[in-house]
């Protein structure tokens, strides 16, 4: 866990949040179960409300 999180946890992104970084890690340990479409179905309910 924590080598695939220095991976995420680039000199660019050290600014994120904990909960960011929770939620990147979360998505990358659980890759076979999202992929594009999935991203596009959440960022459009998002973007409704």
Do not use: H
């Amino acid at each position: 866990f924590f080598s695939a999180a220095k991976l995420v946890l680039t000199d660019v992104r050290k600014s994120l949040s904990p909960i960011m970084l929770e939620m990147l890690m979360c998505l990358q340990f659980n890759r076979d179960l999202w992929d594009v479409n999935t991203v596009e179905q959440v960022r459009a309910r998002i973007g409704s409300n």
